[in-house]
Structures are given as structure tokens and as C-alpha cells.
T-cell receptor
Framework: QKEVEQNSGPLSVPEGAIASLNCTYS??????FFWYRQYSGKSPELIMS????GDKEDGRFTAQLNKASQYVSLLIRDSQPSDSATYLC????????FGAGTTVTVRA | SAVISQKPSRDICQRGTSLTIQCQVD?????MFWYRQQPGQSLTLIAT?????????ESGFVIDKFPISRPNLTFSTLTVSNMSPEDSSIYLC???????????FGPGTRLTVT
């Protein structure tokens, strides 16, 4: 059974702070990794993809991948109230497997 | 990324009936997927729908309950058959990027079975 586990939430951060989201996966053969943002009542929106070890930055988002440790993370810098959402980690081998999600609340 | 639409956006159905959900994409895509998201839960893959072949179902999902059509490269349907209250969920279609493993989701269909 392939598993994707995310740090349990909810995560509450003050506006302007860094939100740190973590995800571990069980299938060592996984090749691609994704973070989705899902607002309440909406469908998941892809915000980051990462394929190689190391960091990948896109605006205020940074994804970090460590395949040896089977670990992928998402940092949200300068958190804004509009970042309040559930963040889903997804891991791909032949299909996408999703974690349970971490709900982030940014306090103004 | 592709623009994906789904119909209906929501529906309330009686148990024992069936509902067909449509997914339309604004560009040709090889791989389309159907997911279910039960209340408060994450996403679970129901099946992969490739044009010109039978859909591939994940463990726990069967064709008799969730028949899928994929008549061309821009359209697919998912039918939820003989519905029970346990089928109340959001049903989402997604498409795979032609250049990578990224998947993009449609807006979803919120189904309530009474």
C-alpha cells in the first residue's frame, strides 16, 4: 500500500510568517511530486511540482525534495490571509496518490 | 494548462437512481482521470480513462458501479449507478499535462444522495 503522509493540522500562522508543510511517502520509486492548494468548496489547484532533489522556488512558495529521506516539503513565505486553504501533497509513480491534506489558517 | 469544465456542478439524487457527469476539456488530452473526494477527505482515484481503450479501475471501484466513457480526446463521462447515500461526494475529473506528470482538475460535481 503506497502511502503519503502529511503533518497533521490545522496549522495557524500569523500574517507575514513562514508556513512549513511536510510530506513523507512510502514508495521509493516515486519520481514526481506535487503540491495542490484547495480552498473550501473548490477543486485542487496545482501550485508546485518538483522532480529533482533540492529546492524549487516560485514566488513565495518553495518546494524541497529529498528522495533519500522520502520527504517533500512546502514553504510559504510572507504568508497572507489568501493562503488560508488546505494543502495537498501528491506523489506520482503510475498514478497520483494524495495525502490527507494540511489546513493552513493565516491570522491577520 | 487546459480549461476543464464539468456538468452538472451539483445535484441531489434519490437512492437507486444513476447520474452521469460530463467532463469537457478545451484541448486534446491523452489521459483523463476520475477522482472522488468524500466529505472531509482527500482525493481517491476511481479510474483512468484513455481514449480508444477501456477505463482502468482502481481497487475498490468497479465498472458496473462507475461506468466511464471516453469517446474522444476532449470529453469523458462518469456514471454513478444505483446510488446510495455513501456515494455522496465530490467527483472530479482531471487531465494529465502532455509535457510532464502534472494533473489539472476540473471544478468538480457535488453529489448528494438522499
Amino acid at each position: 500500500q503506497k502511502e503519503v503522509e502529511q503533518n497533521s493540522g490545522p496549522l495557524s500562522v500569523p500574517e507575514g510568517a513562514i508556513a512549513s508543510l511536510n510530506c513523507t511517502y512510502s514508495d521509493r520509486g516515486s519520481q514526481s511530486f506535487f503540491w495542490y492548494r484547495q480552498y473550501s468548496g473548490k477543486s485542487p489547484e496545482l501550485i508546485m511540482s518538483i522532480y529533482s532533489n533540492g529546492d524549487k522556488e516560485d514566488g513565495r512558495f518553495t518546494a524541497q525534495l529529498n528522495k533519500a529521506s522520502q520527504y517533500v516539503s512546502l514553504l510559504i513565505r510572507d504568508s497572507q490571509p489568501s493562503d488560508s486553504a488546505t494543502y495537498l501533497c501528491a506523489v506520482n509513480d503510475y498514478k497520483l496518490s494524495f495525502g490527507a491534506g494540511t489546513t493552513v489558517t493565516v491570522r491577520a | 494548462s487546459a480549461v476543464i469544465s464539468q456538468k452538472p456542478s451539483r445535484d441531489i439524487c434519490q437512492r437507486g437512481t444513476s447520474l452521469t457527469i460530463q467532463c469537457q476539456v478545451d484541448s486534446q488530452v491523452t489521459m483523463m482521470f476520475w477522482y472522488r473526494q468524500q466529505p472531509g477527505q482527500s482525493l481517491t482515484l476511481i479510474a483512468t480513462a484513455n481514449q480508444g481503450s477501456e477505463a482502468t479501475y482502481e481497487s475498490g471501484f468497479v465498472i458496473d458501479k462507475f461506468p466511464i466513457s471516453r469517446p474522444n480526446l476532449t470529453f469523458s463521462t462518469l456514471t454513478v449507478s444505483n446510488m446510495s447515500p455513501e456515494d455522496s461526494s465530490i467527483y472530479l475529473c482531471s487531465v494529465k499535462s502532455p509535457t510532464g506528470d502534472e494533473q489539472y482538475f476540473g471544478p468538480g460535481t457535488r453529489l448528494t444522495v438522499t
